[in-house]
């Protein structure tokens, strides 16, 4: 089992940036693929980005390609997200997730392949 704690949100205007930190702890951190995902009001939790285990591997929500970067040090415990050229629509509660099974790498998209969660961050863009 992995603890998670989400920090970094805020209120920013359009086109400012954000990085959204996820501190871990438990001993087997490393060995979990990582997600991000946000859920704006009255919308269902969606997929933002996700990296494989090692690091080896991410993969984004297409709306948010080109913009946003996961990154992760596993010496560290945590994973990042460097979100850039924010958009309006980009306002949710971000949540950052392990995956259920160890070593996957699949990186994916379907929460219901993470078991622990992060209370989550306000992220709001303002127009």
């Not at 919308?43 to 984004?60: C, L, M, Q």
Request: charged residues 20%.
């Amino acid at each position: 089992q992995v603890q998670l704690v989400e920090s970094g949100g805020g209120l920013v205007q359009a086109g400012g940036s954000l990085r959204l930190s996820c501190a871990a702890s438990g001993r087997t951190f490393s060995s979990h693929d990582m997600g991000w995902f946000r859920q704006a009001p009255g919308k269902e939790r969606e997929f933002v980005a996700a990296i494989s285990w090692n690091g080896g591997n991410t993969g984004y929500e297409d709306s948010v390609k080109g913009r946003f970067t996961i990154s992760r040090d596993n010496a560290k415990n945590a994973v990042y997200l460097q979100m850039n050229s924010l958009k309006p629509e980009d306002t949710a509660v971000y949540y950052c997730a392990a995956s259920t099974i160890l070593y996957s790498g699949r990186n994916s998209r379907d929460l219901r392949e993470y078991a622990d969660w992060g209370q989550g961050t306000q992220v709001t863009v303002s127009s």
